[in-house]
């Protein structure tokens, strides 16, 4: 009797992953790393001007091999537009992915999305006062030389800073409550929505007002070498560094006691990691715009694929995220040629919808 009532009452055991050897998670990450070269080279062919693969190769070649031969305008296409724009996604996607992964992994919830819970809106309002605030006070001289990286350097600013609010309100008994994360972050996204428009309004030329407005909704249309430098410098770092945190991820999904009695300082983590993940957030949407669920969708489709262990879920997550942004931006090129859809767009379409079968989901496994 009393095995039954044990057994009626326990909580209904996690369903294993189907990758669930080390072996065969490696085999995935090489995989997805081997699948990601395709998708790169589709995003180099497809567009509003069709180019063949001899043009994409000869374009590429002709910068390593002197006697390589490819057309002027293949040449222009592909080395001064399409590959900078398709190695800001793959960087772009990849850390979106890999700091919704640690977020997700410190918050201990699958359905913390660095956008819905207000990150993503922080680093806008970093980005956006640094974009049209600041020329007001500075000199064009200095702004014009520093821009590139004084606007990553504000959203990430923005972004840490609300990270830290929005972990603060969350509190609850020292553990992070899902509607108050929630209701914060649709409360952080309404007030930068609303200093946004409020710039917009008052503040901002015709000219700032176009570009920040497409800005907003996601595009990779500005991507040039400059920004691809500013990219490597402000997101490389952190997508590098995160994976030190995989294990102490793993103590922290036992919870914080247990974390600690393993030996790991979990104040000091729970601390880097927020703090490089912001950083992750802010940097991408200071250089692309507001694009969201990336951070979402990855990591619950490798989370399905391998299970939760971060020592495989971070770079397997980061390879998904440069794979769908690198689908969504070559959709976005293509569905309105020779016009542009923003990213933002495409991607919440996406993603909304596996947001809310997360939610169903979580919501029956309650009421089970």
Request: aromatic share 8%; with cysteine.
């Amino acid at each position: 009797m009393l095995s039954t009532a044990v057994s009626d009452t326990a909580p209904a055991a996690a369903p294993r992953p189907p990758l669930s050897r080390p072996k065969d998670r490696r085999r995935l990450i090489w995989v997805l790393a081997v699948l990601l070269v395709p998708f790169a080279l589709a995003s180099l062919l497809i567009g509003p001007m069709e180019l063949s693969l001899r043009e994409v190769f000869g374009a590429i070649a002709e910068r390593v091999f002197p006697f390589a031969v490819t057309t002027p305008t293949g040449d222009t296409v592909v080395w001064y537009l399409r590959l900078p724009r398709t190695l800001l996604a793959i960087v772009v996607g990849g850390g979106l992915a890999m700091a919704g992964a640690s977020m997700q992994g410190v918050f201990r919830n699958p359905l913390a999305d660095p956008g819905i819970i207000g990150v993503s809106g922080g680093g806008a309002i970093g980005a956006i006062t640094m974009m049209i605030l600041v020329p007001k006070w500075v000199s064009p001289e200095f702004i014009s030389t520093f821009n590139l990286y004084l606007t990553p350097l504000a959203a990430m600013v923005g972004a840490i800073l609300m990270t830290a609010l929005i972990y603060t309100l969350s509190l609850r008994r020292g553990q992070v409550d899902l509607i108050s994360m929630l209701l914060v972050g649709i409360a952080i996204n309404a007030l930068g929505g609303a200093f946004i428009g409020l710039l917009n309004t008052f503040v901002a030329t015709a000219e700032e007002l176009q570009s920040v407005t497409f800005w907003t909704m996601g595009s990779l249309h500005r991507a040039t070498w400059e920004l691809i430098f500013a990219a490597a410098l402000f997101i490389l770092v952190p997508v590098f560094t995160l994976p030190r945190f995989a294990r102490a991820l793993n103590a922290l999904a036992l919870g914080e006691e247990d974390a600690a009695h393993l030996g790991i300082d979990v104040r000091r983590v729970k601390r880097g990691i927020i703090a490089l993940s912001a950083s992750l957030v802010g940097a991408s949407v200071a250089l692309c715009g507001m694009i969201g669920f990336i951070a979402l969708v990855a990591p619950h489709i490798v989370r399905v694929a391998i299970g939760a262990d971060h020592r495989f879920l971070m770079p397997a997550s980061a390879l998904v995220g440069a794979a769908l942004l690198l689908a969504a931006d070559m959709a976005a090129r293509v569905i309105v040629a020779p016009a542009e859809l923003s990213i933002g767009i495409l991607t919440g379409l996406f993603g909304a919808p596996v947001f809310l079968s997360l939610i169903i989901k979580r919501n029956r496994q309650h009421r089970a």
